[in-house]
């Protein structure tokens, strides 16, 4: 290949009964000079296995899952597969999923199929799951291999992911000299707008902001083990921009990624869900979590950039790290020291 990236790819299926289909997505993955991951490359390690499994997809470009004649082990503390986890995972990580299913389940070989009446219900189910995003159809292990060449090829021309390159080929004496002067140019021009930014003032007069209330659409998740039945609700958490901005600012303080603010962002909403809606949960639910939507985390984002409380980080960083950062503004600093500051007893009236 005359691109010297290489991109790590997840494989995520049953294992026994697809041996030949996982060789066969391997081999065209490893063809294409990219790098193919799953659990069984992995040795054990001190972490969980599920620690473990999202390290790995958190690591990878792109995600591949396989469905065909089986539901796979069931976690039983959760009543779905790790295969079914892992792509859930995936889907709610935004990795590029590439999704392959067998065209003819009722002729595969009974020996590689489920005969429980209830694991078959839980496949028909995930597989239906699956099917509802762009999928592709095989039906033998050949088949499987030249469609996952093609969806691969298709998925990193329309979204090329980070990728690894090798030591050697990342960066020459020379380049990282240019790298470095270039660094120090961009540090100088971020300097400069930072300074000019800084000598505006713009009206923030109109905006929603302090104890005015915003109503954030947001979503709690929860699985009933006796149905074995994964259940949501879409509802709206209302809090003040004060409240929220004193919750973020204080990881702020010396710049955070974009994805932990939103984590924290995240944490802050679920102790505003209203008591009603909590109520929704059955005491007999597991697995509860909650769902901050991206329009929603982008509506609190830029709402804090326009009141000049928050702007993107200009630490600087290594050149393996490729996530965006938050920082606090002058603006924003002495805003949450207000906010986070202890006040004094209002005293009692003279008398």
Known sequence: MADEKRYQVFVSSTYTDLADERAAVIQAILRMDHLPAGMEMFPSADESQWELIEQVIDQSDYYVVVVAGRY?????????????????????????????VHKNPGQIAAEHTDLDKEAQDLLDKFREKVKSRPVNFFESPAELGGLVVTS??????????VGWVRGDKAMTVETEKEFLDLR???????????????????????????????????RIKWWVPSERKRYYRDIDVSI?????????????????????TRKRCDNELSHHIDAEDLESVPEQATDVETVLF?????????????LGLIDTGVKKRGVQDTNKYLRL???GLRHLAILRAIKRPESSPAE
């Not at 986890?85 to 709610?92: H, I, M, R, S, W």
């Not at 509506?299 to 326009?306: G, S, Y």
């Open 294 to 306: 991206n329009e929603s985390w982008e509506t609190i984002e830029f709402q804090l950039r326009a």
């Open 184 to 218: 120090k140019e961009l540090e100088k021009a971020r300097k400069a707008q930072a300074e000019a930014e800084s000598s505006l003032v713009e009206d923030t007069s109109k905006l929603a902001q302090g104890d005015d209330l915003t109503v954030v659409p947001y």
């Open 329 to 331: 503004t002058e603006k």
């Open 72 to 100: 796979g082990s069931i976690i039983d503390a959760e009543g779905i597969s790790y295969t079914e986890k892992e792509y859930d995972y995936a889907v709610d990580s935004g990795i590029p999923v590439l999704g392959f």
């Open 240 to 260: 003040t921009w004060d409240t929220l901005f004193a919750a973020l600012g204080a990881i702020l303080v010396d710049e955070a990624s974009v994805q932990q």
């Open 152 to 161: 691969l090829m298709q998925a990193i021309k329309k979204k090329p992911g």
